[in-house]
């Protein structure tokens, strides 16, 4: 038995602080909340805040439980190469995995490299993938940060991801659906820059399907 | 990015006059609307993670609604308050993080004697595995320490039905009443169903009766009597609410409390064991007995799930052997859980499959690759970098840094090196001044301005009696920023809120002579101020006042600095700017050194460190 057959859909949703992780859980939430589904989201914070990593979790007709057990997730949005690895415990074979390309390279790094203490070396792309690919064949790489500024702002990634999100059918949900109920929500002077922020997303997520078109 | 309007949609929800709808909302927001809807009428809090959003949800609705709010100078005052409300006749509520309870120790354990009017609530959320604390205490023990009725919630809908609840309960045994939900609690969000928001509100009238509210030895012995009565009472009134349900017809007992209960109601859905396991919850303190025991009666085994400390199982030991259940119990005392942080689901799980003696869960062997840690770090920008990093430069290596609770700890470690030592709000200053008289070391103690009002002045008016060589530095950025921005009492140093307290006047109303106001991002003289203080004897205090470079661009909507640039020709890899700052600005990828400019604040501290004047503003 593996734990993502039950019913239900479990989303991780992991970056860092000031991504819009934390974000992207709660509009995920509202929306299939108002649309009828139960949902439980869990999200850690606190330090967050200053550039630690970020994971949140939207878990849709699941149950009570606030957490994802090992292994459950249907999908893993990595914001960030290194942050999408660190939700591994997370993943099972049938999880999928989209996994934004750009690093946010953690402070540390550079302490080491000055100090000779540790590698001082961000890893490098590939094994990052290749960590994901051990694990699931269902892995989507690519660089959103730069889809996200070519749809007009860096800091429309988060609505690139959950683009992608819907984009690839995973979710009970049409990406027509929640673009329609969520951009009514939004100022209409940046209605125009996550829209299109979340067609590239959804444009992508759907490459999913048709593997010939991601190379 | 979406946009601020959509986050407007939560205040609308907590406010939603639509009994039966449903709402996603954050335990903390939860809670509130669990208050709205007994009727609360006053509140007042002091942030701490995991409460937080308790009072900044309060902040954003109360005016609105005739709610007495405030942001208080600390939890001790925040639950006097409250208090004082209650006896008024209002339904008051006051919260704060667990550590928030133990400051307000003193009172909270008076208040029982006297008794509340008005109902009155306490929320102290609890954070099992310390993630944002530096304890993990459990303040369930509040029960039977203090004679205080604890609701416990496993779900955010938990969270606002059982606040609810509370309110009635402390109403009806004039106990004051905890609500303690964990980080899970607090911070998951899920679907709760809006009940009527409270359209009576209690009538507001303090009736003279000294002998009523004053415990005073005579009185205090009487109102020790009737607390046993009250304290009974409310356990009668618990055994007729929904939060003891049981869930299942087997003869495998599980109780279960708080998050554990849902994790382990999860794992009995999700395994199909409605016939081989009765789950009873137990959703608050004091246990109702009668309901335990026919529980107890019911099953030929128990599991207790339940984070932290034995508190529940030791109860059921207890009421087992009352009752001559000799059944096998089983929990944290055989092994089956930790008796240490949080649980999880796949803890739960295990011990559930090994207590009921079925096969082991299959494990999913996937091993977690070592990757760079990502610790909290000082905000680029941050002006306490450049405090620390002066006083470093003044005081040196071998002087005793003692440091406080607040974002300023992260001055732990290197490259900044300022904390030798943390204990609790405010306890910098008074740690100094004996490590000082019994080292003969020169000591600095740091603590920043909600802190220093919060618990550092009555330390400094210690220190300044005890005169011990301590210098004090005050961390000024005007705000609470780590809890999420509250706004400090403290005055911005350029005076442009006049309705600000000033801690320069404070210190110098204590009778301090050296005390000097500094702006850290003025290096030169905050250098010099620093470098006299060195020098001197006795209480030295330098107030190094700059606003928040976070909280100033976001809420203040001052406009960024420009970013700053290595000029590459000029840059030799002496790597002192990372070797002093720790600045996650700056990055050096195969020993060049670059500044990343949606990362950097332009505060030029590094352009201040650079002995070789490489780094410039950008575009020069």
């Given at each position: 038995?593996?734990?993502?057959?039950?019913?239900?859909?479990?989303?991780?949703?992991?970056?860092?602080?000031?991504?819009?992780?934390?974000?992207?859980?709660?509009?995920?939430?509202?929306?299939?909340?108002?649309?009828?589904?139960?949902?439980?989201?869990?999200?850690?914070?606190?330090?967050?805040?200053?550039?630690?990593?970020?994971?949140?979790?939207?878990?849709?007709?699941?149950?009570?439980?606030?957490?994802?057990?090992?292994?459950?997730?249907?999908?893993?949005?990595?914001?960030?190469?290194?942050?999408?690895?660190?939700?591994?415990?997370?993943?099972?074979?049938?999880?999928?995995?989209?996994?934004?390309?750009?690093?946010?390279?953690?402070?540390?790094?550079?302490?080491?490299?000055?100090?000779?203490?540790?590698?001082?070396?961000?890893?490098?792309?590939?094994?990052?993938?290749?960590?994901?690919?051990?694990?699931?064949?269902?892995?989507?790489?690519?660089?959103?940060?730069?889809?996200?500024?070519?749809?007009?702002?860096?800091?429309?990634?988060?609505?690139?991801?959950?683009?992608?999100?819907?984009?690839?059918?995973?979710?009970?949900?049409?990406?027509?659906?929640?673009?329609?109920?969520?951009?009514?929500?939004?100022?209409?002077?940046?209605?125009?820059?996550?829209?299109?922020?979340?067609?590239?997303?959804?444009?992508?997520?759907?490459?999913?399907?048709?593997?010939?078109?991601?190379? | 990015?979406?946009?601020?309007?959509?986050?407007?949609?939560?205040?609308?929800?907590?406010?939603?006059?639509?009994?039966?709808?449903?709402?996603?909302?954050?335990g903390?927001?939860?809670i509130?609307?669990g208050a709205?809807?007994a009727?609360?009428?006053?509140?007042?809090?002091?942030?701490g993670?995991p409460s937080?959003?308790v009072?900044?949800?309060?902040?954003?609705?109360?005016?609105?609604?005739?709610?007495?709010?405030?942001?208080?100078?600390?939890e001790k005052?925040a639950l006097e308050?409250a208090f004082?409300?209650s006896l008024?006749?209002?339904r008051s509520m006051c919260s704060m993080k667990h550590l928030g309870l133990n400051y307000a120790g003193d009172p909270a354990s008076t208040i029982p004697y006297v008794g509340v009017e008005g109902g009155m609530v306490i929320v102290s959320a609890g954070d099992p595995s310390a993630?944002?604390s530096p304890n993990e205490q459990d303040q369930r023990h509040f029960s039977n320490f203090l004679f205080y009725p604890i609701f416990d919630p496993a779900t955010?809908?938990d969270a606002?039905a059982m606040t609810r609840f509370a309110f009635r309960l402390s109403e009806e045994t004039r106990l004051p009443v905890i609500l303690r939900p964990t980080t899970r609690v607090c911070?998951?969000?899920?679907?709760?169903?809006?009940?009527?928001?409270?359209?009576?509100?209690?009538?507001?009238?303090?009736?003279?009766?000294?002998?009523r509210y004053t415990p005073m030895p005579a009185n205090a012995r009487r109102m020790r009597k009737e607390i046993t009565q009250r304290y009974q009472k409310a356990a009668e009134l618990l055994a007729s609410s929904p939060f003891f349900g049981t869930?299942?017809?087997?003869?495998?007992g599980i109780v279960a409390s708080g998050v554990g209960y849902a994790y382990a109601?999860?794992?009995?859905?999700?395994?199909?064991?409605?016939?081989?396991?009765s789950l009873m919850q137990i959703g608050a303190y004091p246990i109702p007995e009668p309901l335990l025991g026919r529980f107890l009666k019911s099953v030929?085994s128990v599991l207790i799930v339940e984070e932290l400390t034995p508190f529940v199982e030791e109860r059921v030991m207890i009421s087992a052997f009352r009752l001559g259940r000799n059944i096998p119990i089983t929990g944290k005392h055989t092994g089956h859980f930790p008796m240490e942080f949080e649980y999880?689901?796949?803890?739960v799980?295990?011990?559930?499959?090994?207590?009921?003696?079925?096969?082991?869960?299959?494990?999913?062997?996937?091993?977690?690759?070592?990757?760079?840690?990502?610790?909290?770090?000082?905000?680029?920008?941050?002006?306490?970098?450049?405090?620390?990093?002066?006083?470093?430069?003044?005081?040196?290596?071998?002087?005793?840094?003692?440091?406080?609770?607040?974002?300023?700890?992260?001055?732990?470690?290197?490259?900044?090196?300022?904390?030798?030592?943390?204990?609790s709000?405010?306890?910098?200053?008074?740690?100094?001044?004996?490590?000082?008289?019994?080292?003969?070391?020169?000591?600095?103690?740091?603590?920043?301005?909600?802190?220093?009002?919060?618990?550092?002045?009555?330390?400094?008016?210690?220190?300044?009696?005890?005169?011990?060589?301590?210098?004090?530095?005050?961390?000024?950025?005007?705000?609470?920023?780590?809890?999420?921005?509250?706004?400090?009492?403290?005055?911005?140093?350029?005076?442009?809120?006049?309705?600000?307290?000033?801690?320069?006047?404070?210190?110098?109303?204590?009778?301090?002579?050296?005390?000097?106001?500094?702006?850290?991002?003025?290096?030169?003289?905050?250098?010099?101020?620093?470098?006299?203080?060195?020098?001197?004897?006795?209480?030295?205090?330098?107030?190094?006042?700059?606003?928040?470079?976070?909280?100033?661009?976001?809420?203040?909507?001052?406009?960024?600095?420009?970013?700053?640039?290595?000029?590459?020709?000029?840059?030799?890899?002496?790597?002192?700017?990372?070797?002093?700052?720790?600045?996650?600005?700056?990055?050096?990828?195969?020993?060049?050194?670059?500044?990343?400019?949606?990362?950097?604040?332009?505060?030029?501290?590094?352009?201040?460190?650079?002995?070789?004047?490489?780094?410039?503003?950008?575009?020069?």
């Amino acid at each position: 038995m593996t734990a993502s057959k039950k019913p239900g859909w479990r989303i991780v949703f992991a970056g860092t602080g000031g991504q819009g992780v934390v974000t992207a859980a709660r509009i995920l939430t509202e929306f299939f909340s108002a649309r009828g589904n139960q949902v439980v989201s869990g999200q850690l914070h606190g330090m967050a805040q200053r550039g630690g990593s970020v994971q949140a979790s939207v878990m849709i007709d699941c149950g009570i439980s606030p957490v994802i057990p090992n292994g459950a997730a249907d999908c893993v949005v990595g914001f960030e190469p290194v942050e999408t690895v660190r939700a591994l415990p997370f993943m099972s074979q049938s999880t999928t995995v989209f996994m934004n390309t750009t690093p946010v390279v953690p402070y540390v790094l550079s302490q080491q490299a000055v100090r000779g203490k540790g590698s001082g070396q961000y890893p490098s792309e590939d094994s990052l993938q290749q960590h994901v690919l051990s694990v699931t064949p269902k892995l989507l790489a690519f660089d959103a940060t730069e889809l996200a500024r070519s749809a007009g702002m860096v800091k429309t990634l988060n609505v690139v991801m959950v683009g992608c999100l819907f984009g690839s059918g995973i979710l009970p949900a049409t990406p027509e659906e929640f673009a329609e109920t969520v951009m009514k929500t939004v100022p209409s002077k940046l209605a125009e820059a996550n829209e299109r922020a979340f067609q590239t997303g959804v444009d992508f997520g759907r490459k999913l399907h048709k593997p010939e078109e991601s190379s | 990015m979406w946009g601020q309007a959509v986050s407007g949609a939560r205040g609308h929800d907590v406010l939603r006059d639509e009994p039966g709808a449903r709402a996603a909302m954050l335990g903390n927001v939860a809670i509130v609307r669990g208050a709205l809807e007994a009727g609360v009428q006053y509140f007042a809090c002091y942030p701490g993670t995991p409460s937080s959003e308790v009072g900044d949800t309060f902040a954003a609705i109360a005016e609105g609604c005739g709610i007495s709010f405030e942001y208080s100078v600390n939890e001790k005052i925040a639950l006097e308050l409250a208090f004082g409300a209650s006896l008024s006749g209002a339904r008051s509520m006051c919260s704060m993080k667990h550590l928030g309870l133990n400051y307000a120790g003193d009172p909270a354990s008076t208040i029982p004697y006297v008794g509340v009017e008005g109902g009155m609530v306490i929320v102290s959320a609890g954070d099992p595995s310390a993630i944002t604390s530096p304890n993990e205490q459990d303040q369930r023990h509040f029960s039977n320490f203090l004679f205080y009725p604890i609701f416990d919630p496993a779900t955010v809908p938990d969270a606002l039905a059982m606040t609810r609840f509370a309110f009635r309960l402390s109403e009806e045994t004039r106990l004051p009443v905890i609500l303690r939900p964990t980080t899970r609690v607090c911070h998951t969000s899920s679907v709760v169903e809006l009940g009527q928001l409270a359209t009576t509100k209690n009538k507001i009238v303090f009736n003279k009766d000294p002998a009523r509210y004053t415990p005073m030895p005579a009185n205090a012995r009487r109102m020790r009597k009737e607390i046993t009565q009250r304290y009974q009472k409310a356990a009668e009134l618990l055994a007729s609410s929904p939060f003891f349900g049981t869930y299942g017809s087997g003869s495998r007992g599980i109780v279960a409390s708080g998050v554990g209960y849902a994790y382990a109601r999860q794992i009995v859905e999700d395994l199909g064991l409605e016939d081989t396991v009765s789950l009873m919850q137990i959703g608050a303190y004091p246990i109702p007995e009668p309901l335990l025991g026919r529980f107890l009666k019911s099953v030929d085994s128990v599991l207790i799930v339940e984070e932290l400390t034995p508190f529940v199982e030791e109860r059921v030991m207890i009421s087992a052997f009352r009752l001559g259940r000799n059944i096998p119990i089983t929990g944290k005392h055989t092994g089956h859980f930790p008796m240490e942080f949080e649980y999880g689901p796949d803890m739960v799980d295990d011990a559930i499959r090994s207590y009921l003696d079925m096969p082991a869960r299959p494990k999913i062997e996937v091993s977690q690759p070592a990757l760079p840690i990502r610790p909290p770090v000082l905000c680029p920008g941050c002006p306490h970098r450049s405090s620390f990093y002066l006083v470093r430069k003044a005081f040196g290596k071998k002087t005793v840094y003692t440091n406080d609770i607040g974002c300023y700890t992260l001055g732990y470690g290197p490259p900044l090196e300022c904390c030798d030592t943390v204990l609790s709000m405010g306890s910098s200053i008074s740690e100094a001044a004996a490590i000082a008289q019994t080292t003969g070391k020169r000591t600095v103690a740091f603590l920043g301005d909600s802190t220093f009002f919060h618990s550092g002045l009555p330390a400094l008016a210690n220190l300044v009696v005890n005169s011990a060589d301590v210098t004090v530095v005050v961390l000024n950025n005007h705000v609470t920023a780590m809890t999420g921005f509250q706004p400090s009492v403290a005055a911005a140093a350029d005076g442009s809120d006049e309705s600000g307290l000033s801690i320069l006047r404070a210190v110098k109303g204590l009778g301090v002579k050296n005390v000097h106001e500094v702006d850290p991002t003025d290096e030169d003289s905050t250098l010099a101020v620093l470098r006299a203080a060195k020098k001197g004897s006795g209480v030295n205090v330098v107030i190094c006042s700059a606003p928040c470079s976070v909280y100033d661009k976001r809420l203040s909507g001052s406009e960024k600095r420009a970013p700053l640039e290595v000029d590459q020709e000029f840059c030799n890899q002496c790597s002192l700017c990372v070797l002093v700052l720790g600045c996650p600005a700056i990055e050096v990828t195969d020993n060049k050194y670059e500044i990343v400019a949606d990362l950097c604040d332009g505060c030029k501290l590094c352009a201040y460190v650079c002995n070789q004047d490489a780094i410039k503003e950008g575009g020069e």
